[in-house]
């Protein structure tokens, strides 16, 4: 019977798609290229909006942002939605941010939608000014349907965060409501804790013996030391040690090291820079001595802190160094007065953070429609099924593939 209505789902995703493929791809064609392309965005503008944003979101600060607009792979030539207004003394002035890409390039799919662009992490909350919130939502969703877009998607958003919450109010004046496509929790630190006690909460007496057990035989190698560099200097020696360990272990064996594609290594050097000129991000770094065994980027906006990527040195995995890092990290945003939360950034149910990070975020994919009992919405929501129905046992395949090549290698 699953596969009966699995096969039954298909057809009429299918149907649904090309029902919906001529106009499509016109809007395809023309929704993009009707909005302002990112980078001529004021910076400016864009820093004040971010500064007095509803939600933070720390790839979508503009330094993050332009860096992976401009080169990263896959990432690059990215529009915008951009809701205008005019403050006092009609001084103008942005109250609603969030990049977008047309479907076809989301999703290779031929439907009428916008698609936040991914950011180079698992986070695209689009940023709305905190004091007229419902107001900036209204404007992007207006701008979108100005576009020719029937839809708009909002893809890893934080589903019960304010900027949800506006959305959905937006929404709610016009008789409409948001559609989930997909949910998970993740991993994240509520850093308003004592750190000693929720990590003995979180690991408990036993897991963290073990740990300190590890620790010591690693103090072998040298005095362990934990660093975090924020000024230029130490930005620029400490992300080249970032990259050099991300590439040295199983991400450059599935060749997703960022150092390994010219343009991520341009992005994340211009993005690292200058966010951390604005005291936005950091790198955190675990030595052994002199040896350097873990090593991550870390960025922060407003009260909330983003865990972005972790390298590791594999010649010392029997001491769980990405774990050792992980725990000094607790203990530094924990002590930090500024932060309230960390979030992971992380995959639902990744094997190193959810144990000890035991807050939970969901995040979701959200479905905005823009008109009223319009047919064309019924038709985004089918393709997308298909294309999950079609790509999921795909994806399984690869995982399985690729672990079983791991342990064998």
Same mark, same amino acid.
């Given at each position: 019977m699953?596969?009966?209505?699995?096969?039954?789902?298909?057809?009429?995703?299918?149907r649904?798609?090309g029902f919906?493929?001529?106009?499509?791809?016109?809007?395809?064609?023309?929704a993009e290229?009707t909005?302002?392309?990112?980078?001529?965005?004021s910076a400016e503008l864009?820093?004040?909006?971010?500064e007095n944003a509803?939600?933070p979101n720390?790839?979508?600060l503009?330094e993050w942002?332009?860096?992976?607009?401009?080169?990263?792979?896959?990432r690059t030539s990215v529009?915008?939605?951009a809701a205008?207004a005019?403050?006092?003394?009609?001084?103008?002035?942005l109250?609603g941010?969030?990049?977008?890409?047309?479907a076809?390039?989301a +999703?290779n799919l031929?439907?009428?939608?916008? =698609?936040s662009?991914?950011?180079?992490?698992?986070?695209?909350?689009?940023l709305?000014?905190r004091d007229r919130a419902d107001?900036a939502a209204a404007? &992007?969703?207006?701008?979108?349907?100005?576009?020719? /877009?029937?839809?708009l998607i909002?893809r890893?958003?934080t589903?019960?965060?304010? /900027?949800?919450?506006?959305?959905t109010r937006a929404?709610a004046s016009e008789?409409?409501?948001p559609?989930?496509?997909?949910?998970h929790?993740?991993?994240s630190l509520?850093a308003?804790?004592n750190? #000693?006690?929720?990590?003995r909460?979180?690991l408990?007496p036993?897991? &963290?013996?073990?740990?300190?057990?590890?620790?010591?035989?690693l103090s072998?190698h040298?005095?362990?030391?934990?660093?975090i560099?924020?000024?230029?200097s130490e930005?620029?020696?400490d992300?080249?040690?970032?990259?050099?360990?991300e590439a040295s272990?199983?991400?450059?064996?599935r060749?997703?090291?960022?150092a390994?594609?010219?343009g991520d290594?341009?992005f994340?050097?211009?993005?690292?820079?200058d966010a951390?000129?604005r005291?936005n991000?950091?790198?955190?770094t675990l030595?052994?001595?002199?040896?350097? =065994?873990?090593?991550?980027i870390v960025?922060?906006?407003?009260d909330?802190?983003f +865990? *972005?990527?972790?390298?590791?040195?594999?010649?010392?995995?029997?001491?769980?160094p990405?774990?050792?890092?992980t725990?000094?990290l607790?203990r530094?945003?924990c002590?930090d007065?500024t932060i309230a939360?960390?979030?992971?950034t992380?995959?639902p149910g990744?094997p190193?953070? #959810?144990?000890?990070w035991?807050g939970?975020?969901?995040?979701? #994919?959200?479905l905005?429609p823009?008109n009223?009992?319009?047919?064309?919405?019924?038709a985004?929501r089918l393709? &997308?099924? &298909?294309?999950?129905?079609v790509?999921e046992p795909?994806?399984?395949?690869?995982?399985?593939?690729?672990? *079983?090549?791991?342990t064998r290698?």
């Open positions: 699953v596969e009966i209505a699995n096969a039954a789902q298909a057809a009429a995703a299918r649904a798609v919906v493929r001529e106009q499509a791809d016109e809007s395809n064609s023309s290229t909005l302002a392309l990112l980078d001529t965005i864009w820093r004040r909006l971010s509803i939600e720390g790839y979508y503009p942002e332009l860096a992976v607009n401009a080169s990263a792979q896959a529009s915008a939605l205008d005019v403050a006092v003394h009609d001084t103008p002035c109250i941010l969030l990049p977008v890409i047309s076809w390039r +999703y031929p439907l009428p939608a916008l =698609v662009a991914d950011p180079y992490g698992t986070l695209a909350t689009p709305l000014d107001e404007s &992007l969703m207006q701008q979108a349907r100005n576009a020719g /877009a029937h839809a909002l890893d958003i589903l019960d965060g304010a /900027a949800m919450m506006a959305f929404l008789g409409l409501k559609r989930i496509l997909q949910s929790a993740r991993a509520d308003t804790r750190a #000693d006690d929720m990590l909460d979180a408990g036993k897991k &963290l013996k073990e740990l300190r057990r590890q620790r010591n035989r072998e040298g005095e362990v030391i934990f660093t560099a924020t000024t230029p930005i620029k020696r992300l080249g040690i970032f990259l050099a360990l272990g199983w991400k450059a064996r060749g997703t090291a960022l390994q594609h010219e290594a341009a994340v050097r211009r993005a690292v820079y951390a000129a005291g991000c950091e790198i955190v030595h052994a001595g002199e040896t350097p =065994v873990a090593s991550a960025l922060r906006h407003l909330r802190a +865990y *972005f990527k972790l390298g590791v040195d594999e010649n010392f995995a029997k001491y769980s990405g774990v050792q890092l725990l000094e607790t530094h945003m002590a007065d939360m960390v979030d992971s992380a995959i990744h190193m953070i #959810d144990p000890i035991r939970r975020l969901a995040i979701g #994919d959200v905005i823009l009223r009992r319009d047919p064309f919405v019924p985004i393709g &997308l099924a &298909l294309r999950t129905l790509r795909a994806r399984r395949i690869v995982h399985f593939i690729r672990k *079983f090549r791991e290698s």
